[in-house]
């Protein structure tokens, strides 16, 4: 079907044509079409129902969109345990009503007796400690991230705000069956150690749908975070414990690295797409320079005229992800211990020239595609990161807005639970390239800008973005999915602002992906057979993927606030 559309945003006029197309791919997708979510005064999408139960009931309570964002972190932490964490680390966007932006970078840092090739065997390759065991964990940020959030922005008591965290733990809550069969998985890493196997395996006994899961542990965790703030982890009880077990297994955080932890407040990075503001992630995220990256290339193309996943839609947003992911190898890492070039990396010359290399018909192959910048700004980088993260946004009535990723990098992290404190641990550690200039064990390359050093961040993907028309909130958007986190937000703002989709739908069709390499452009299930083939006809290399990313959208229409969780998942949109 051909759609003709124009460039400004639809959402506001929903079009015909584009709704039925939308349905008709959704239903193809075996989806039931589902209108999204509608509020007047606030709402919160999270990919864990419970708690964004919570997050609505500190809105109500006349909690601002800050307060609220805190206390969906620390709840995700107890129901949603295979992303949420109090031992990772992230990113939060805020963007209050009167215009001002924040972005706190809370993500892990290597510790202090890092080292550049600590993950090494004797044969000189990467081992795979950087993933499994004690030395994978960078310095958890979230606590000191949501603490820090809190005293800029909050209005609410903090203990208020962790306590739901703290009963949810200490009284249990009742395991979905999502919940239920992640935790019975037998890839998850859980198996692998004694504490987490005790705690959320029922010691091999796993636990059934409609039990309940209780974690005491955690529960006085949190209660010292309720009682102390951030303090009430990394000093005292807390600190002392997990460092204690830290020595004893052979890992590399020490007291005074949790003593040492600072959030970093950042500007975030800004760009302007038909006629939008886009307010997005800086380094150390890849993602907010990747989304403005393909924005710059797809300006002109009228890649949008077909119709939204239209073999020249898919075509287009590719070969813009292609040259994206090809820079994204080369010039990205924490730019605290590395030259960024965020600027040349955005400078509509260089993205025009970019755009100008894409052909209209063909797929490029990525081996005649290569990092753009001139030579002597390159350097190596990886760009590997896991599938499992989660993403949250909260609107409150003010039209405060809030956008949170945050992360364990793995699925429950590196499995491993702390005794006595009932927190998993991340393995972010793995996120830096163990090895610079060679490829690590998922054939990525590894390069200097993002090698590991004492106290540095490692490279991200997460790109938690507010969009904004003059002064008026327009959406809110984010996701887990690793090196798809970027692709799969970047589509679904396309699916919003360039097909005029709304938040349910947008986040419902059906995604793809290309990351220069390998060279094979990915599509979600529910692609049509003609599309698939078109663009093998086009000389793409087209392979079935289960997701790309899981992206929560919150779009403001007309002053109405519509939510979309992916039908695919199990999360929640509460709005009132
Ligand atoms: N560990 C996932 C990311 O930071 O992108």
Same mark, same amino acid.
């Given at each position: 079907m051909r759609i003709l559309l124009p460039l400004a945003r639809l959402a506001h006029m929903p079009s015909r044509s584009v709704r039925l197309w939308a349905l008709c791919a959704l239903v193809s997708f075996g989806l039931p079409a589902k209108e999204p979510v509608k509020a007047t005064h606030g709402m919160v999408g999270a990919q864990e129902p419970l708690a964004a139960d919570v997050g609505l009931? !500190?809105?109500?309570?006349?909690?601002?969109?800050?307060? =609220?964002?805190?206390?969906? /972190?620390?709840?995700?932490?107890?129901?949603?345990?295979v992303a949420g964490n109090i031992g990772g680390g992230g990113f939060m966007l805020v963007r209050l009503a009167n215009g001002t932006t924040d972005f706190l970078d809370f993500r892990e840092c290597a510790p202090a007796k890092a080292s550049r090739d600590m993950y090494l065997g004797p044969n000189g390759n990467p081992t795979r400690e950087s993933i499994y065991g004690w030395k994978?964990?960078? !310095?958890?940020?979230?606590?000191?991230?949501?603490?820090? =959030?809190?005293?800029?922005? /909050?209005s609410q008591d903090w203990k208020s705000l962790v306590t739901p965290a703290v009963g949810l733990a200490k009284d249990g809550f009742t395991l979905t069956e999502p919940v239920a069969a992640a935790l019975r998985s037998e890839n998850n890493p859980l198996n692998q150690d004694p504490e987490s196997k005790r705690i959320f395996l029922r010691d091999g006994n796993p636990y059934k749908t409609g039990e309940v899961l209780k974690q005491p542990e955690l529960a006085s965790t949190l209660d010292r975070i309720a009682r102390q703030g951030a303090k009430g982890f990394y000093r005292g009880e807390t600190a002392k414990k997990l460092t204690a077990e830290m020595a004893a297994h052979g890992g590399f955080i020490t007291e005074s690295d949790l003593q040492d932890y600072k959030v970093i407040e950042r500007l975030p990075l800004t760009g302007t797409y038909h006629g939008y503001n886009v307010i997005t992630a800086p380094p150390p995220s890849a993602g907010g320079v990747g989304l403005l990256q393909m924005m710059g290339m797809l300006t002109g193309t009228t890649y949008e005229s077909d119709g939204p996943n239209s073999p020249k839609a898919v075509h287009f947003v590719a070969e813009a992800m292609r040259r994206f992911y090809a820079d994204r190898s080369e010039y990205l890492g924490d730019p605290d211990f590395y030259n960024v070039p965020v600027r040349q990396l955005l400078d509509p010359a260089y993205l025009t020239w970019r755009r100008g290399?894409?052909?209209?018909?063909?797929?490029?192959?990525?081996?005649?595609?290569?990092?753009?910048?001139?030579?002597?700004?390159?350097?190596?980088?990886?760009?590997?990161?896991?599938?499992?993260?989660?993403?949250y946004n909260v609107v409150d009535a003010k039209g405060n807005a809030v956008a949170v990723?945050?992360?364990?990098?793995?699925?429950?992290?590196?499995?491993?639970?702390?005794?006595?404190?009932?927190?998993?641990?991340?393995?972010?550690?793995?996120?830096?390239?163990?090895?610079?200039?060679?490829?690590?064990?998922?054939?990525?390359?590894?390069a200097d800008a993002n090698a590991i050093e004492p106290g540095k961040r490692p490279l991200s993907s997460m790109t938690p973005t507010i969009i904004t028309k003059g002064s008026k909130l327009e959406m809110v958007v984010?996701?887990?999915?690793?090196?798809?986190?970027t692709t799969g937000v970047a589509e679904v703002i396309f699916n919003v602002l360039d097909f005029g989709l709304n938040a349910q739908d947008a986040v419902d069709l059906p995604r793809f992906h290309l990351q220069w390499k390998p060279d094979v452009l990915y599509l979600q299930t529910g692609f049509p057979l003609q599309t698939e083939g078109a663009l093998r006809a086009m000389g793409?290399?087209?392979?079935?993927?289960?997701?790309?990313a899981r992206v929560e959208a919150i779009v403001v229409n007309n002053g109405t606030l519509e939510g979309g969780t992916e039908s695919r998942l199990h999360g929640k949109v509460a709005g009132y």
């Open positions: 009931t !500190v809105l109500k309570n006349g909690g601002n969109a800050v307060d =609220a964002a805190v206390a969906v /972190g620390f709840a995700l932490a107890v129901t949603h345990p994978s964990a960078g !310095v958890p940020g979230t606590v000191a991230g949501l603490e820090l =959030a809190h005293k800029k922005f /909050g290399t894409i052909d209209p018909e063909r797929a490029t192959p990525s081996e005649l595609i290569g990092p753009g910048l001139p030579k002597h700004l390159q350097a190596r980088v990886s760009w590997y990161e896991s599938k499992e993260t989660t993403h990723t945050y992360t364990l990098n793995n699925s429950y992290g590196n499995g491993i639970t702390v005794p006595g404190l009932g927190f998993l641990l991340n393995d972010e550690m793995d996120d830096f390239a163990a090895k610079p200039g060679a490829p690590n064990m998922f054939g990525m390359v590894g984010g996701a887990p999915g690793g090196s798809r986190i793409y290399d087209v392979k079935p993927t289960d997701n790309v």
